[in-house]
C-alpha cells in the first residue's frame, strides 16, 4: 500500500505512551517521544531491542547532558529545529548511541519535540520516513496540550518567584506553601544566580534559555524569571561537595553555550552566597546586583570573580566611594605622583597600581610591565620618595589600593 496515502496514525489515542508503542509496530524498530527540552514524554514497552542513550534516558526521564550536546556538535539539534524532514543519526559508540532517525514534531512554526525511531535491526526506508512524518504530525496536537498545561504553571511559577525576590512574601510556612503548590520541592540550601545580557532578552532568546536551563544538569533549577536584560534563576546548592566550584562551572558552561549555540555574546554571570533561608531571597538577590555593580565598574579586575563572597574588599567599595564623596577626601600621595606623572610623561600611578596588584611581587610586576627588576626598582624608589610612602607598611598599601581603584568610579 503506497504510505503517501493511507495514513496509519489518524486513529484516537488515549496516551503518548500508547501511541509510542504503535508508532513502534508500524515501524518495527523502538521509539521514543521528548518533549523540545529532551524530556522524555513516552517510549514503546514491547520492544527489547535499545542501546544504553537510550536506556538512560528512560532511567533519567530526559536525555543526558553528554549525548545532547554531543548531538549540538554533530549537528543533528540545530538541523532538527530547521527542518520538518526526517533526519538520519549516525553510530555514536562513544556516548552509547546507536544508529537512529529523528523527526521534529511541528505545531505551525514551532518545534513542540521529538521523535527517535532507533534502527537496531533494520534501516528505514523513504516509505517509513513518510510514516514518521505522519505520526509527528498526529502527535502535534497532544504535545500543544502538555505545552499548554505547561505555559500556565509556569506564569504562576513566574509570580511566585517575583514575590520572593521583592521581598512580598515573609513567612516561612506561606512560602513553602505555595512551594508545594506548585509542585516544586524547595531545597535546604539555594543560590541566586543572575546572567546580564547585552540587550533586553526577546522571547526567541527566551526559548533558547528555557532550553539550556532545562537540559542542564549542572544544576538544579528550582525557578527562574527574566527581568528586561536579565535572566534571574533560582538554584538548589544542597548535596553539592563544593559548591562554589559547581555554581562558577554552571554559569560559565551556560554563558559558553548561549555563545556556541545561539551566538550571544557578552553576558555577564554571577551568584549569590548561599542561604538556608527563603525569607532572605530579596537579600540574595541584591547581592547579585551588588556583583555586577562591581563587575561594571571593575571588569579587569574582577573578570573572574562571579560570586559575591569571592569580591573580597570590593564589597566594600561602594560604601568607602559614598564616604569619600561625602567627606570630600583625597589621598595626597598619590596626588602628588599623578602630577609627577604629568608633569614628566612618567608612568608612576601605573607601576603602583600594577605592583600592588601582583601583592609585591617584583617579577611578576616586571613581567606585566614589561620592564626589567632593576628598572622596577627604581621606579619604587621614586614612588617612596616623590609620594612619601613606605612600601614596607601594609597600612599605607591597602589605602592606596582602594584610592586607586575608587578613582576608577569618579
Excluded at 579586575?301 to 561602594?318: D, R, S, V, W
Excluded at 567627606?327 to 600594577?354: A, I, M, P, R, W
Aim: proline share 3%.
Amino acid at each position: 500500500m503506497d504510505t503517501r496515502q493511507h495514513d496509519p496514525f489518524k486513529t484516537a489515542f488515549d496516551s503518548l505512551e500508547e501511541f509510542a508503542d504503535f508508532i513502534s509496530q508500524v515501524l518495527n524498530c523502538p521509539i521514543t517521544i521528548e518533549d523540545v527540552n529532551h524530556r522524555l514524554l513516552a517510549y514503546s514497552t514491547h520492544d527489547e531491542r535499545t542501546d544504553q542513550a537510550r536506556i538512560s534516558t528512560i532511567i533519567g526521564r530526559r536525555v543526558p547532558e553528554k549525548v545532547i550536546n554531543q548531538l549540538w556538535k554533530e549537528g543533528t539539534i540545530p538541523a532538527l529545529l530547521q527542518t520538518r524532514e526526517p533526519i538520519r543519526v549516525k553510530n555514536m559508540d562513544d556516548i552509547g548511541l546507536k544508529s537512529r532517525v529523528a523527526i521534529s514534531i511541528w505545531k505551525q512554526d514551532e518545534v513542540l519535540g521529538f521523535i527517535w525511531a532507533i534502527e537496531m535491526n533494520k534501516i528505514l526506508q523513504e516509505e517509513e520516513f513518510e510514516l514518521l512524518k505522519k505520526a509527528a504530525n498526529s502527535t502535534a496536537n497532544k504535545l500543544l496540550q502538555l505545552q499548554t498545561r505547561k505555559n500556565k504553571n509556569e506564569e504562576h511559577s513566574q509570580e511566585f518567584f517575583w514575590k520572593l525576590l521583592t521581598g512580598h512574601l515573609q513567612g516561612e510556612k506561606e512560602i513553602y506553601d505555595r512551594f508545594l503548590a506548585l509542585k516544586i520541592t524547595p531545597s535546604p540550601s539555594y543560590a541566586i544566580t543572575v546572567f546580564q545580557f547585552p540587550e533586553n532578552i526577546t522571547r526567541k532568546v527566551e526559548q533558547n534559555i528555557s532550553y539550556l536551563l532545562k537540559t542542564s544538569q549542572l544544576a538544579k533549577i528550582m525557578l527562574y524569571t527574566i527581568d528586561c536584560n536579565q535572566l534571574i534563576v533560582l538554584v538548589s546548592a544542597a548535596n553539592i561537595k563544593d559548591p562554589f566550584k559547581q555554581f562558577n562551572l554552571f554559569v560559565q558552561t551556560f554563558v559558553y553555550q548561549m555563545e556556541e549555540r545561539y551566538h550571544m555574546k557578552g553576558i555577564i554571570p554571577v551568584y549569590s552566597s548561599i542561604y538556608d533561608d527563603y525569607q532572605k531571597i530579596s537579600h540574595a538577590y541584591k547581592e547579585t546586583l551588588a556583583v555586577l555593580s562591581i563587575k561594571e565598574k571593575f571588569p579587569i579586575e574582577t573578570k573572574e570573580i562571579f560570586n559575591y563572597q569571592k569580591l573580597g574588599i570590593y564589597q566594600l567599595f561602594e560604601v568607602i566611594l559614598e564616604k569619600r564623596k561625602n567627606e570630600g577626601y583625597e589621598n595626597f600621595s598619590l596626588k602628588k605622583l599623578q602630577e609627577y606623572d604629568q608633569k614628566h610623561n612618567s608612568n608612576l600611578v601605573e607601576t603602583l597600581e600594577v605592583y600592588l596588584n601582583r601583592d609585591n611581587n617584583i617579577n611578576d610586576t616586571a613581567k606585566e610591565l614589561n620592564v626589567h627588576a632593576n628598572t622596577l626598582n627604581y621606579r619604587l624608589k621614586r614612588i617612596s620618595e616623590i609620594g612619601d610612602i613606605n612600601l614596607k607598611d601594609p597600612n599605607q598599601k591597602m589605602m592606596l589600593y582602594f584610592d586607586l581603584k575608587l578613582e576608577k568610579c569618579n
